[in-house]
């Protein structure tokens, strides 16, 4: 089972963090992608779905996770502007009506994402539809959010980068390897670890179904030709250890962090 986490960005691909997560017998196996070195800068919708499809051709994705929205604001939703998911998980960037976004800034972001959930959903990945759809038995994408996943795992979210001190990412990437048994051979980036992060909410898709994670919002609909809403997948509390016993059954114990 693979699975692609995208943490996105619009400026630079050095901003985009891809991690491609593999459930092996014992562990979970994590293949740092880093399009800057394969892409020429600005990042565009078209390239990145080549680069996941090339991808797909070495190892089937069954899954991939993009941290961004996916659609606009649906009119009829009772909220005064954003979507469901993102007022239930409080995010940063909230969609509006086709073209409009808070802050304003965000709006090239949210335009990006929205596009690039259409181009996965033409090559083959469809929006996740929710608990109605059971457990992904084909390929999907999914909206994740970060920062809702680390507070879900009892911890507090990565800072941002502006934020971030050096080693904060090593000390986060231990916190994260409480929960889960992951193998890499280099350490990740800020951008990398939570496309690592992502990557690990669609593990729990795909290794659980639809009933043991967290499904915040409405299912994605058209409306006048722009899709509208779509679900946040995230972790519920604790399910990461039963996704241990799922997928690692000889392991002897599940490390738990209770602080």
């Not at 080549?50 to 089937?60: E, G, Y």
């Not at 929205?114 to 909206?143: C, T």
């Not at 990740?188 to 179904?209: C, I, K, N, Y």
Request: proline share 9%; aromatic share 6%; net charge positive.
């Amino acid at each position: 089972m693979h699975i692609l986490g995208i943490d996105l960005a619009t400026r630079r691909y050095a901003d985009i963090g891809m991690a491609l997560l593999t459930a092996q017998r014992t562990q979970i196996s994590v293949e740092l992608i880093r399009p800057s070195a394969l892409l020429r800068d600005p990042p565009s919708v078209a390239a990145l779905v080549r680069l996941v499809a090339q991808l797909n051709q070495q190892t089937s994705i069954h899954v991939v996770a993009v941290d961004g929205p996916q659609g606009w604001q649906d009119p009829q939703n009772g909220l005064p502007y954003a979507r469901v998911c993102e007022r239930r998980l409080n995010t940063q960037a909230k969609s509006g009506l086709p073209g409009h976004a808070k802050p304003g800034s965000s709006l090239r972001f949210v335009q990006f994402s929205v596009d690039l959930f259409d181009a996965f959903a033409q090559a083959g990945w469809p929006r996740f539809g929710g608990p109605h759809e059971g457990s992904p038995a084909k390929p999907v994408a999914i909206e994740v959010y970060p920062t809702a996943a680390w507070r879900a795992l009892g911890l507090r979210p990565l800072p941002s980068k502006a934020a971030v001190r050096r080693g904060d990412e090593a000390v986060w990437l231990a916190h994260l390897q409480r929960h889960f048994e992951l193998s890499m051979v280099h350490a990740p980036s800020h951008d990398e670890l939570q496309a690592v992060v992502a990557g690990l909410v669609g593990l729990t898709l795909a290794a659980r179904g639809p009933t043991q994670v967290e499904i915040c919002g409405l299912p994605p609909r058209l409306v006048d030709g722009a899709w509208r809403e779509g679900p946040i997948v995230n972790f519920r509390p604790l399910l990461n250890y039963e996704l241990n016993e799922s997928l690692f059954p000889e392991a002897p114990t599940i490390r738990e962090d209770r602080r």
